[in-house]
C-alpha cells in the first residue's frame, strides 16, 4: 500500500501557473508509475498526466504544452507543473499510483493508490 499527500493547490487568475506536488510513502516509489488526474464539479475523474518510472511521460490532449509532469525519486515526490491556467482545469485534482506497472495507463482502474485531492481554482 501506498500513502499519498498532494499539496500545492489554490486560486489563481486565467493565464497563472500553479505546481502540486504529490508525496508519497510505503513501497519503493522508484519502481511504479504515477498519475495525476482531475475531476470538476458534476463530471468523471479525467486523466491529466502520468510518468514511467523511467521518466516518460503522457499527457491528455487537453493539457499538452501547458502542463509538465515530472518525478523526483529521491524524494518520493511527483510534481505537476501547470501553466497557462484556463477556467476550465478548474477541478479537484488527485494524485494516483500504479505499482503493478512501470508504464503508466490513462485509465483511473488501474492505479491502486490516490491521494485525498487538492483544489485548483481558475479565475476568469
Known amino acids: 500500500q501506498v500513502q499519498l499527500v498532494e499539496s500545492g493547490g489554490g486560486l489563481v487568475q486565467a493565464g497563472g501557473s500553479l505546481r502540486l506536488s504529490c508525496a508519497a510513502s510505503?513501497?519503493?516509489?522508484?519502481?511504479?508509475?504515477m498519475g495525476w488526474f482531475r475531476q470538476a464539479p458534476g463530471k468523471e475523474r479525467e486523466f491529466v498526466a502520468a510518468i514511467s518510472s523511467s521518466g516518460i511521460t503522457y499527457y491528455a490532449d487537453s493539457v499538452k504544452g501547458r502542463f509538465t509532469i515530472s518525478r523526483t525519486n529521491a524524494k518520493n515526490t511527483v510534481y505537476l507543473q501547470m501553466n497557462s491556467l484556463k477556467p476550465e482545469d478548474t477541478a479537484v485534482y488527485y494524485c494516483?499510483?500504479?505499482?503493478?506497472?512501470?508504464?503508466?495507463?490513462?485509465?483511473?482502474?488501474?492505479?491502486?493508490?490516490w491521494g485525498q485531492g487538492t483544489q485548483v481554482t481558475v479565475s476568469s
Open positions: 494516483a499510483a500504479d505499482t503493478s506497472h512501470y508504464i503508466p495507463t490513462m485509465l483511473s482502474h488501474e492505479y491502486d493508490s
Open positions: 510505503g513501497r519503493t516509489f522508484s519502481r511504479y508509475a
